[in-house]
């Protein structure tokens, strides 16, 4: 695995870099500081033709326009210091309320106006054992956003020549705090300008966290006979008629132990015969088909409409640190956050 600088621009004193990840088997991954975004995932289809598989705009200064980021889409994003919503941006901890700023209706969302997605990351290239890693760091002081404590942020990207995207979080406080990091692609395996609803998508889940007003109602209920079971492969679009007409963006249980590299989810696209598996350390994953796409953004290639790319954003559960009863999100000076998701290409 190699990793390049391949573009570097100065804006208003922060160093806007690009960074190419190749392997040997073809696979191209570009990833900028802006947000420790994912810009782009090139893969093989199964007739060995490389194309796109994610959803990003051409140039990383675009990722800082004010009409973008006021639109709360987060294509391949570093989401934090909280991904997904706390509701009314408010919380409880050792007794004291905290107050998030709000930036979805009443909700604070994906770490609030400011949050790590918009941040200019330090990032340098580290020679490890195994080859190259790109090294993304932020730190995110007491106070941002409503948060507290000073939280060190690290994220690691590492191209496996298996075509494994790992992503390893690591995130310190010197004070009680809640953390949920994680990335925000949307992925669509067919390198066309075409929607994901026919992609079969298989998630090792037996259970969901029904949501109300967009949060979680607080209970964890079986999947089995709801449109959220995927046990066994099922279309995107298969069962839209029996959902809100926002299609998927719930949070589903991973089975299994927090803490473990454990397989969440599988998603083939039959056309091209790409395949992306994604593993992780988290308890839950939002699954979310883009619907709020509105084809105001695109790229060269294409535009983003509703259902134009789809998140696995493996999490803490939305809300969490609202409902003791969910796995808890709070990192502490003692418990670091330490979490791994891989994203693992293939075709067939
Ligand atoms: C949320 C959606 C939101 C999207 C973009 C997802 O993680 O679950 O409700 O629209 O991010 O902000």
Known sequence: MKIEKIQQTDLRNQELKLFKLTNPNGTIIN??????????????????????????????????????????????????????????????????????????????????????????????????????????????????????????????FFLSNENELIIDYHAKSDAPTPVNLTNHSYFNLSGKDTDILDHEVM?????????????????????????????????????????PREGYDHNLVINGDEGDLRRAAVVKDPHSGRILEVYTTMPGMQFYTGYFLDGSFGNSEKKFGPFSGMCFETQYFPDSPNHPAFPSSIVTPENPFIHTTVFKFNAE
């Open 31 to 156: 990833i900028t500081n802006i947000g420790a975004t994912i810009t782009s995932i090139k893969t093989k289809d199964r007739n060995g033709k490389l194309s796109e598989t994610v959803l990003g705009f051409d140039k990383p200064e675009e990722y800082l326009s004010e009409r973008y980021l006021k639109n709360c889409v987060y294509f391949g994003a570093t989401v934090g210091r909280f991904a997904n919503r706390i509701a009314k941006g408010k919380f409880e901890l050792n007794g004291k309320t905290y107050k998030l700023n709000q930036n979805n209706g009443h909700h604070h969302l994906h770490g609030g106006p400011n949050g790590f997605h918009q941040k200019v990351w330090d990032a340098r290239i580290e020679e490890t054992d195994a080859g190259q890693a790109l090294v993304m760091n932020l730190t995110s002081p007491d106070k941002e956003e409503g948060y507290p404590g000073n939280l060190e942020v690290e994220v690691r």
């Open 203 to 243: 998630i090792f889940s037996d259970e969901y966290t029904p949501k109300q007003d967009d949060v979680p109602i607080g209970d964890i209920v079986p999947t089995k006979d709801t449109p959220f079971d995927f046990q066994e492969f099922h279309k995107v679009g298969e069962r839209l008629n029996h959902l």
